[in-house]
Protein backbone atom coordinates (compact mmCIF):
# COMPACT_ATOMS: atom_id res chain seq x y z
CA UNK A 1 0.00 0.00 0.00
CA UNK A 2 0.84 3.53 -0.58
CA UNK A 3 -0.65 6.61 0.43
CA UNK A 4 -0.47 10.01 -1.06
CA UNK A 5 -0.92 13.21 0.35
CA UNK A 6 -0.55 16.30 -1.57
CA UNK A 7 -0.39 20.06 -0.37
CA UNK A 8 0.20 23.66 -1.61
CA UNK A 9 -3.15 24.36 -3.46
CA UNK A 10 -4.79 27.64 -3.02
CA UNK A 11 -6.07 30.90 -4.67
CA UNK A 12 -3.44 32.81 -7.77
CA UNK A 13 -3.94 35.35 -9.71
CA UNK A 14 -3.04 34.49 -13.10
CA UNK A 15 0.52 35.03 -14.24
CA UNK A 16 1.33 33.85 -10.37
CA UNK A 17 2.68 30.50 -9.59
CA UNK A 18 1.54 27.60 -6.98
CA UNK A 19 4.25 24.51 -5.65
CA UNK A 20 2.34 21.34 -5.21
CA UNK A 21 3.63 18.64 -3.32
CA UNK A 22 2.96 14.90 -2.61
CA UNK A 23 4.19 13.45 0.18
CA UNK A 24 4.36 9.19 -0.16
CA UNK A 25 4.52 6.59 2.66
CA UNK A 26 3.89 2.82 2.58
CA UNK A 27 6.01 0.88 0.10
CA UNK A 28 9.20 1.81 -1.30
CA UNK A 29 8.98 5.30 -3.50
CA UNK A 30 10.95 4.46 -5.82
CA UNK A 31 9.41 1.96 -7.49
CA UNK A 32 6.80 4.23 -8.56
CA UNK A 33 6.17 6.49 -11.51
CA UNK A 34 4.40 9.82 -10.06
CA UNK A 35 2.28 11.31 -11.96
CA UNK A 36 0.09 14.57 -11.41
CA UNK A 37 -3.37 14.58 -12.92
CA UNK A 38 -6.10 17.31 -12.63
CA UNK A 39 -10.12 17.37 -12.89
CA UNK A 40 -11.81 20.70 -13.66
CA UNK A 41 -15.79 21.12 -12.67
CA UNK A 42 -17.65 18.79 -15.42
CA UNK A 43 -14.83 17.91 -17.10
CA UNK A 44 -12.83 14.35 -17.09
CA UNK A 45 -9.69 13.90 -15.57
CA UNK A 46 -6.66 14.43 -17.35
CA UNK A 47 -2.90 13.75 -17.33
CA UNK A 48 -0.59 16.86 -16.48
CA UNK A 49 2.41 15.34 -16.21
CA UNK A 50 5.11 12.50 -14.60
CA UNK A 51 8.07 11.39 -13.66
CA UNK A 52 10.43 8.18 -13.86
CA UNK A 53 11.54 5.74 -10.74
CA UNK A 54 14.74 7.53 -10.85
CA UNK A 55 13.59 11.28 -11.92
CA UNK A 56 16.23 10.42 -15.07
CA UNK A 57 12.52 11.21 -17.46
CA UNK A 58 9.65 13.94 -17.47
CA UNK A 59 6.61 14.00 -19.37
CA UNK A 60 4.33 16.78 -19.99
CA UNK A 61 0.95 17.39 -21.12
CA UNK A 62 0.95 19.81 -24.48
CA UNK A 63 -1.09 22.36 -22.16
CA UNK A 64 1.76 22.76 -19.28
CA UNK A 65 4.29 22.35 -21.22
CA UNK A 66 6.79 25.20 -20.51
CA UNK A 67 5.21 26.15 -17.74
CA UNK A 68 5.13 23.05 -15.08
CA UNK A 69 7.72 21.55 -13.49
CA UNK A 70 7.88 17.92 -12.25
CA UNK A 71 10.31 17.01 -10.06
CA UNK A 72 10.97 13.77 -7.30
CA UNK A 73 12.99 14.18 -4.02
CA UNK A 74 13.74 10.28 -3.29
CA UNK A 75 15.24 10.92 0.11
CA UNK A 76 11.97 12.90 0.77
CA UNK A 77 9.12 10.15 -0.49
CA UNK A 78 7.51 13.62 -2.17
CA UNK A 79 7.05 14.82 -5.88
CA UNK A 80 6.20 18.02 -6.77
CA UNK A 81 4.80 19.86 -9.50
CA UNK A 82 6.04 23.90 -9.59
CA UNK A 83 3.47 25.43 -11.67
CA UNK A 84 3.94 28.68 -13.21
CA UNK A 85 2.45 31.43 -15.58
CA UNK A 86 -0.51 30.35 -14.07
CA UNK A 87 -3.80 30.60 -16.48
CA UNK A 88 -7.60 30.68 -15.50
CA UNK A 89 -7.86 27.38 -17.50
CA UNK A 90 -5.70 25.62 -15.36
CA UNK A 91 -8.17 26.25 -12.73
CA UNK A 92 -8.89 22.32 -11.14
CA UNK A 93 -8.51 19.75 -8.44
CA UNK A 94 -5.00 18.38 -8.73
CA UNK A 95 -4.20 14.97 -7.93
CA UNK A 96 -1.18 13.09 -7.47
CA UNK A 97 -0.71 9.45 -8.32
CA UNK A 98 1.87 6.87 -8.36
CA UNK A 99 2.16 2.93 -10.21
CA UNK A 100 5.01 1.10 -11.16
CA UNK A 101 4.40 1.32 -14.66
CA UNK A 102 4.73 4.89 -16.84
CA UNK A 103 2.46 4.05 -20.22
CA UNK A 104 0.15 2.94 -16.74
CA UNK A 105 0.36 6.85 -15.58
CA UNK A 106 0.63 8.22 -18.59
CA UNK A 107 -2.34 6.83 -20.12
CA UNK A 108 -4.48 6.81 -17.41
CA UNK A 109 -5.31 3.40 -17.03
CA UNK A 110 -5.40 2.08 -14.05
CA UNK A 111 -3.62 3.68 -12.12
CA UNK A 112 -2.45 1.59 -8.33
CA UNK A 113 -2.87 4.92 -6.07
CA UNK A 114 -4.34 8.35 -5.91
CA UNK A 115 -3.97 11.10 -3.38
CA UNK A 116 -7.11 12.95 -2.30
CA UNK A 117 -6.59 16.06 -4.17
CA UNK A 118 -5.70 19.80 -3.97
CA UNK A 119 -7.92 22.83 -5.33
CA UNK A 120 -6.31 25.09 -7.52
CA UNK A 121 -7.98 28.31 -8.47
CA UNK A 122 -6.38 30.74 -10.51
CA UNK A 123 -8.44 34.10 -10.99
CA UNK A 124 -8.29 36.40 -14.09
Known amino acids: QVQLVESGGGLVQAGGSLRLSCAAS????????MGWFRQAPGKEREFVAA????????YYADSVKGRFTIFRDNAKNTVYLQMNSLKPEDTAVYYCAADPHLTTVLHDTGVDYWGQGTQVTVSS
Open 51 to 58: IGRIALNT
Open 26 to 33: GRSFTAYV
